[in-house]
């Protein structure tokens, strides 16, 4: 895993910073620590057996994501007093200063809704979205052909309008 890691360092930096660009100031993550992250991670779980790059790469997506989505929820619960016993007054606040931070945690909740109905569709979306890949990077890394995946990402951008509304 140590030397699938090295010899795609750079392909996972432009990753991380592909993904970091979309999300906008509000993470104070940068590159480098969003990588890392994703190795120890990736590290942890010890089971990884990518048999190709695309596959590699799409994995690391999904950890980046929830590296992300991981880091908003801890800066959300900072403000709202981390460990602290405390009264929530306005009900409608949920702790997000940033309304970009509360749209992270809006569409990884609507991902876990679409994983319910069709765990390839995620897939395809943390590809296309969250890691930059084109359609036939995706095709590749899925193992489908390319008209597949422009299907797969259509029906789950329908998805995620119709739950983001």
Do not use: C
Not at 98 to 114: F, G, Q, W
Not at 140 to 150: F, G, I, Y
């Amino acid at each position: 895993m140590d030397e699938l890691f090295g010899l795609l360092y750079p392909d996972l930096r432009l990753l991380a910073h592909s993904r970091l660009r979309r999300s906008g100031r509000f993470t104070l993550l940068d590159t480098t620590a969003l990588v890392h992250e994703s190795y120890l991670r990736l590290f942890k779980a010890g089971t990884l057996e990518a048999g190709d790059r695309g596959q590699f790469m799409a994995y690391a997506a999904r950890v980046m994501r929830s590296v992300v989505v991981d880091f908003v929820r801890h800066r959300a619960a900072e403000r709202r007093g981390g460990d602290a016993v405390h009264v929530e007054l306005a009900t409608e606040s949920a702790g997000f200063s940033d309304p970009r931070e509360r749209e992270v945690i809006r569409i990884n909740e609507a991902l876990e809704e679409l994983a319910a109905i069709d765990e390839r569709l995620v897939r395809v979306v943390e590809m296309r979205y969250f890691a930059g890949m084109t359609e036939e990077q995706v095709a590749e890394a899925l193992e489908l052909s390319r008209r597949s995946v422009a299907r797969d990402w259509e029906k789950a951008r329908l998805f995620l309008a119709a739950a983001l509304v």
